[in-house]
Structure formats: C-alpha cells, structure tokens
C-alpha cells in the first residue's frame, strides 16, 4: 500500500534531519576498509591500477586493439584512454555491489532502531565516491602529465561525478529493497554485472560496435540496429562523457549529456519512490 502524504512529509523531512548519521555511516565505511592497514586508503588504488596493466596487456599488446587519437588533445594511449572509461564503471560496479546488501547487512540495526533506512544504500554510495575522487584526481595528474588540457574540464568532470552518483544510488536503491523480497538478488547482480561490464565500450571502442552494426543493417529485417541496441545500456553515455572530457578535451555531445541526466533522475526518483512506498515494512520483511 503507498503511503500516506503525511507519513511521507515526515518521512523526507527525517531523512533531512539525518544529515549526521548519513556522515558517520559513510566514514564508518571510508576509514573502517583499510582500518589498520600500513598504506590505508591508498590501497583503493591497488585494485584500479591491477585492472589497467591487466587489461592493457590483453588487449593493447595481445589482441592489439586501437586506441582512439585523442581530438583535439591529440593523446595516443591505451593506458589512458581504458582508464578514463574503467574508472567510472569501477565506481558503478562497487557502488551497486555493496548497496544491494546495504539493508540485510544492516538488519540488526532496522529492527532496533527508527531512523530513514534510506542512508544506509546512499552512504555507501558517498563511500565509493571518496575513493573514486581520490582515483579521479591521479588519473588528472597523470593526464596533465602526458599533455592533457584537462583542467578547463575539471567543474563538468565533478557534475557527471554527481550525476552518476545519482544513477548509482537510485540503482542501489531498487536493488536493496529488491533483495530484501528476493535474497538471491546479491548474487544474481554480481553474475549481471560481469555480462554488463564488456556490453559496454569500456575495453573497446564504439566505433568497433558502429562497424559491425553498419555491415549488418537492420536486424531481423527491421530498421532497428545494432548499435541502437548497444546504447541502450545507460552506462555507454557515462563513458563517452568521460572520455570526452578527460581524453578528448572536447564538450560531450549533445545526445549522451540528455541520456545520462535522464537515466539518473529516472533512476534515482524511481529508487527514491520505492524506498518510501516500502520503508514501513521493512522492518517485517526482514
């Protein structure tokens, strides 16, 4: 049953007085990872840096897939041009990972005590955002180093941060709640995002997708095509505006700025939506 105005006036207006807890939440789960680790929380760099040389390797040496020439920056590096687009995914990838499990991990904590159940999915998100900053900004002194003018960039690389955010959180949301009803739901996203990961044009370029979907045509004897297909995935306009800010230097296109911001409001007023609708029982669900 949806709930009613008034309990969702105070709802919101909780989850607004909730500033504090959300903040300890999320450096509870910053500074409790790498609690009492020599290098603390440089080691979130550790896992990044082990996917770039990999995936270099594989498929800049041993299957030799072209870089794109950065225009108008002019860089030539698969290095560089993997990372602008693994980086986000990476911070996507942990974000829902850990977010879909945010409320059964915390169960104890919902039948105990009242507060807005919603900052246990978001403060996670705020979690991955600290460590995706610090990645962000290595990657920004390694692409100045090599000749990048990403700097100019920098304000609209931090707005796309956000509106990822959004999209992850409003993911994240709907997961949680969805794997509350549906244990295997922790399990069936991870088996998910595996497939998600090399659907999008993180290791390869689009223009590989463009090729194929010109040789075929339409598909089926429909006018719909491959590549109409392809970038239906909601995180193929998060790449291409990353990359394009980082590695190309140039403004985003027109098309992928409209389907990123659609897809986070969507998502995030979605996820919004079902956590208020649900927030009541979950308690008893539990």
Sequence with gaps: MASSPSWTRTYFRDVRNSGELLWNLTQREVRGKYKRTALGQLWSLANPIAAIIVYTFIFSVVFQVPAQVGDPSGLNNY?????CGLLPWMFFNATVTQGVRSIIDNANLVQKVYFPRLVLPVSLTGAALV???????VLVIAL??????VWPWLPLVVLFMVVLALFAAGFSMILSIANVYFRDMAYLITVILQFWFYLTPILYPITLVQAQSDKWGGLLGTPVTLEALYKLNPLEPYVAI????LY?????????????????????????????KTEKRLAELI
């Design 79 to 83: 290095a560089l041009w993997l990372v």
């Design 248 to 276: 190309h230097n140039t403004f985003p296109e027109t098309g992928s700025i409209i389907a990123a911001l659609a897809w986070a409001v969507g998502t995030f007023g979605l996820g919004l939506f079902y956590f208020v």
């Design 131 to 137: 460590n995706w900053t610090l990645e962000m900004a």
């Design 242 to 245: 990353f990359r394009d800010l």
């Design 144 to 149: 100045a180093i090599v000749g990048s003018f």
